[in-house]
């Protein structure tokens, strides 16, 4: 039997306490397992998502990641969280959202170094997304981001 990744129990949330966006919602994910949340707009899938990469919490009901019940104290414990964040990744719907640095190589460096990435392996993902993308003109060192001195 594959490991389950995320078991949600019954859970539901509202935002701001009084506009309801998911009621009772359970479901389970196991590793290696490819899902689709199917809804009609506004029916709660961004909310389910926001959740299950521990952004929000639910008001009733419990998300579990590996066994582990996703609270914001257990989200707080840096060992936890840089695993978790290691694991699970969320693309956000909006871009704007999602791309917010003032240059390319901002954005790209964001992730590593948030991840507590050293210096060397921040460069050299820098370098191979670069290459990937075919964009190394672009993101060349000779200027690095104001801040962050490789
Ligand atoms: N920040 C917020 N404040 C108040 N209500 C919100 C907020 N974000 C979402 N909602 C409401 O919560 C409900 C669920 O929204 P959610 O964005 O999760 O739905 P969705 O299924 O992702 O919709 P879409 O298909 O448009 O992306 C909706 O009624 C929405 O208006
Ligand atoms: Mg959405």
């Not at 996703?70 to 704007?96: A, H, T, W, Y």
């Amino acid at each position: 039997m594959p490991e389950l990744l995320f078991e949600v129990e019954n859970v539901f949330y509202s935002y701001l306490g009084k506009f309801p966006a998911l009621s009772g919602v359970s479901l389970s994910i196991a590793a290696g397992e490819k899902i689709s949340i199917i809804g009609a707009n506004g029916s709660g899938k961004s909310t389910l998502l926001q959740i299950l990469d521990g952004l929000i919490f639910p008001d009733q009901g419990a998300v579990k990641f590996l066994g582990t019940e996703l609270k914001e104290k257990v989200l707080n414990q840096e060992e936890f969280s840089r695993d978790f964040r290691k694991k699970i990744g969320l693309v956000f719907q909006n871009p704007d959202v999602q791309l917010f640095c003032p240059t390319v190589k901002e954005d790209i460096v964001f992730g590593p170094l948030q991840l507590g990435a050293g210096k060397d392996e921040i460069r050299r993902r820098l370098e191979e997304i670069c290459e990937i993308l075919d964009i190394g003109k672009c993101c060349s060192w000779m200027s690095p981001p104001p801040g962050l001195t490789l």
